[in-house]
């Protein structure tokens, strides 16, 4: 069965380091908490929001190995008052859990997003 988990966090400054090092972070905790391999991931969607420009989080994404996982950036709607240097992911999995059991992970400032998903983690 196709399943989408969700995740979430940001960066202190838009630089190549920092957003590599966060969207590692997100995706490996998104492997771990959801206890998922490279094979059954069928695609990610990466968006970061307009002031994060100095790296595409999927560079993170190849460098864990994802090498044959079709990935995709793109750019947030920028919303005034909205979230800043956030990078979000969907990503899209085979796996047999049900919804209630898949863990969406949201860390740093991005907890805002979904507070009763963070709270949960």
Do not use: W
């Amino acid at each position: 069965m196709m399943r989408g988990i969700r995740g979430a966090t940001t960066v202190t400054e838009n630089t190549a380091e920092a957003i590599s090092e966060a969207t590692a972070e997100l995706l490996e905790r998104l492997l771990l908490e959801n206890a998922l391999e490279f094979e059954q991931i069928c695609s990610v969607i990466f968006t970061v929001t307009p002031d994060l420009n100095a790296a595409f989080p999927a560079e993170a994404a190849r460098a864990l190995g994802m090498t044959m996982v079709p990935l995709l950036n793109a750019l947030e709607i920028g919303v005034p008052g909205r979230l800043e240097k956030a990078i979000r992911v969907m990503m899209h999995v085979d796996t047999d859990k049900g919804q209630l059991e898949i863990k969406h992970i949201y860390l740093r400032g991005a907890t805002v997003l979904r507070p009763d998903l963070a709270s949960a983690q």
